[in-house]
């Protein structure tokens, strides 16, 4: 089965494990615990046109400035995910200068933008056009939540066939 | 065995203890040629030679073959956490896997506690933010409070000069009339002119401070009557030219549509409205003229006035449909500020929106749109208020009140009783039949709406009309809960009374 490596990136505390949790283990953990360093998980999915494949999940430790290492970990990566806190703005800018930073060393492989916690709805602070005028027109971005699942599953597809495009 | 060969094993268990190592030989493929050290403490107990060890371990996937890499602490999916260290050995690889987990624990704690307090202190900055905001909010909140009781101050105090000037003049004209027959110079005709027009002016004052106290408390509600709109445009006219050309202003008047419609509306408030826009337009235009366009289209009645006048400056446009502000340039001009406010909210009430715009080439023009829907009036004056229908008993408590509309209401064709009180009301009610009853709310210690309801309750089937000083709207709900068919308010212009007369007929007539 062919596989393909893909990264988590973004600031901490967005809610990258809770979103690889519920992408393959389909669970959600609502305390919160930092990851340190990498943790790596893979999960076999079905294409579009029904060939398999296995994706190496790495979900990097979140980080506002990326780091020779955090770059280091994004080697032989086909494609990542940044995610932002839908209720802290600054982490969807955090998010803007983490695809630079990855842009300047992998220009090739594609990203998609994922405004998570859309559920805590008394405390949103990106909207939908907030989120359109900061990202730009060009760039793809959904806004999901880990806790119910909502538009995960989406989001991981969208990456793995603009990565299937790219390649 | 030497003591430095023994030192030497000694030391490499206790690395080995540590580290717990696990080392693997990969081919080019990443597939097990050889595995040593500890490999089942990171879950990879089951890898053999031969497997591909990406399978196991999916953090391989994406690595060229002899690419040299150190990756640390690296997160199983058996929840080990490795340095991994990949590099190539000839024509294999070599991947050395040395334990985290300690390292891990004791950095996660730390960084645990940091992003914690790194929360923590945005949600204290936000919520330092929101009582700032919320502080700010207070602070303008009492600014607005104390400009608004400063105005109603300069209100109550320019209020006072309104009051006391006609009613000086109400006062002379009164001292001269009662010295008439000794000054034969003086006309007492004149004087009587004269009492008139201030008496008429503290009415509207009064009227109109009543209209915004009403409007403050969201107590004022409309009263629907019918009106000829061609009627209408007359009244207009005859009441704004001669005034214009005592200014020296030309007063045009413009229609559009079907002028002729009855339409229904609150008369008296539409009536207060133009009058309102029109004086501020004469009051404040020097030279050249003053328009009133009307049109009504598809149950929609279009007002607007323009002016020559000098227009409303950018700043004063915030504020001018406030209450208690005056133009800048009104001076000494009589008013109590209050007129533009209150037609604005009378608008609104009516359903529809007052806007100032500048008139192409100077000047200014306020217009609104309102609902007016057409109603069918076959014959909309008191004489064709059917034959056995033109008895009246009017009970009011006010002498005056009593005289003026008994001899109006005469004039118009009625005949006319009246009553200052409830027993006095049963004793007329009992000898003289009376097809329509016209009762005021407040009757000093009697209630006029239960004077209503026992009419009602004692059979009275005729129409009944509830009128009232007050404009407040539980007056009217409670006239109306008490039978009344209609609710006008005190002082009503007798065509106005005599249209809703009319109307409680038809309605009567449609029902039987």
């Not at chain 2, 001899?407 to 329509?436: H, M, N, S």
């Not at chain 2, 709207?473 to 809703?500: N, W, Y």
Request: charged content about 25%.
């Amino acid at each position: 089965m062919e596989a393909r490596k893909i990264c988590v990136l973004g600031d901490f505390a967005t809610g990258k494990t809770s979103l690889v949790a519920r992408f393959v283990h389909e669970r959600f953990f609502a305390a919160y615990q930092t990851t340190v360093g990498v943790k790596v998980d893979a999960k076999d999915v079905v294409r579009a046109d029904g060939r398999p494949r296995r994706l190496a999940i790495w979900d990097v430790a979140g980080t506002g400035t990326p780091t020779e290492l955090f770059l280091r970990y994004l080697r032989g990566a086909s494609g990542y995910l940044l995610v932002a806190d839908a209720t802290r703005a600054d982490t969807l800018e955090r998010a803007l200068e983490i695809r630079a930073a990855v842009e300047s060393q992998l220009p090739a492989i594609p990203g998609v933008y994922l405004v998570n916690k859309t559920d805590l709805e008394e405390r949103q602070e990106l909207d939908e056009m907030r989120v359109a005028r900061l990202v730009g027109a060009s760039e793809s971005w959904l806004r999901a939540s880990a806790r119910t699942g909502a538009n995960v599953g989406r989001a991981f597809a969208l990456l793995l066939e603009r990565m299937e495009r790219a390649a | 065995m030497s003591d430095s060969f023994v030192t030497a094993r000694h030391l490499r268990k206790i690395l080995a203890d540590q580290l717990r190592p696990c080392f693997v030989v990969l081919d080019q493929g990443f597939c097990v040629v050889q595995i040593s050290g500890d490999a089942s403490g990171y879950g990879y107990g089951e890898l053999s030679p031969g497997m591909d060890c990406r399978e196991q371990m999916p953090f391989l996937i994406g690595l060229a073959p002899g690419e040299a890499i150190h990756l640390p602490m690296v997160e199983m999916a058996s929840g080990a956490a490795a340095d991994a260290l990949l590099a190539p050995a000839g024509s294999a690889q070599g991947l050395l896997l040395t334990d985290a987990s300690r390292e891990r624990a004791a950095r996660r704690l730390a960084q645990q506690e940091a992003n914690e307090t790194r929360l923590l202190l945005r949600e204290q900055q936000q919520l330092l933010e929101s009582l700032r905001v919320a502080r700010d909010d207070l602070e303008s909140r009492n600014q607005r409070a104390a400009e608004a009781s400063l105005m109603k101050s300069r209100f109550i105090a320019g209020l006072s000069h309104e009051f006391r000037t006609p009613l000086a003049a109400i006062l002379s004209h009164v001292a001269m009339l009662a010295d008439v027959k000794r000054d034969s110079e003086w006309s007492s005709g004149e004087s009587a002119r004269l009492i008139e027009s201030n008496a008429n002016h503290l009415l509207s004052l009064v009227e109109t401070v009543l209209d915004q106290a009403s409007l403050e408390l969201g107590q004022l509600s409309l009263n629907p009557v019918p009106l000829r709109l061609s009627a209408f445009c007359r009244e207009m006219e005859a009441m704004f030219e001669h005034l214009a050309a005592e200014q020296g202003l030309e007063f045009r008047f413009h229609r559009r549509g079907d002028l002729q419609e009855w339409i229904e509306i609150d008369a008296t408030r539409l009536r207060q409205v133009v009058i309102n826009l029109i004086g501020n337009a004469i009051k404040y235009t020097d030279r050249g003229f003053v328009a009133l366009i009307l049109s009504w289209e598809r149950g929609r009645l279009e007002v607007a006035v323009s002016d020559t006048g000098p227009g409303v400056s950018e700043a004063a446009r915030e504020r001018i449909f406030l209450p208690f502000q005056r133009a800048d340039h009104a001076g000494n001009k009589r008013g109590a500020g209050l007129g533009l406010a209150i037609s604005a909210q009378l608008v609104e009430l009516m359903g529809g929106n007052l806007k100032l715009e500048d008139r192409p080439g100077g000047g200014s023009v306020f217009g609104f749109t309102i609902p007016a829907p057409k109603i069918d009036v076959a014959a909309p004056l008191a004489a064709s208020v059917g034959g056995p229908e033109r008895r009246i008993l009017l009970v009011d408590d006010s002498d005056d009140i009593r005289g003026l509309y008994s001899r109006l209401l005469g004039k118009a064709g009625f005949t006319v009783d009246t009553a200052a009180d409830e027993p006095e009301a049963w004793g007329r009610f009992e000898t003289q039949r009376p097809d329509i009853a016209i009762i005021d709310v407040y009757l000093k210690e009697w209630e006029g709406t239960a004077l209503v309801r026992r009419l009602r309750a004692r059979g009275f089937t005729g129409g009944i009309v509830s009128w009232s000083a007050s404009s407040l709207r539980e007056d009217q709900q409670r006239a109306f809960d008490a039978g009344a068919d209609a609710f006008v308010l005190k002082p009503v212009e007798i065509s106005v009374l005599c249209a809703t007369l009319t109307d409680i007929a038809r309605r009567r007539a449609a029902a039987a």
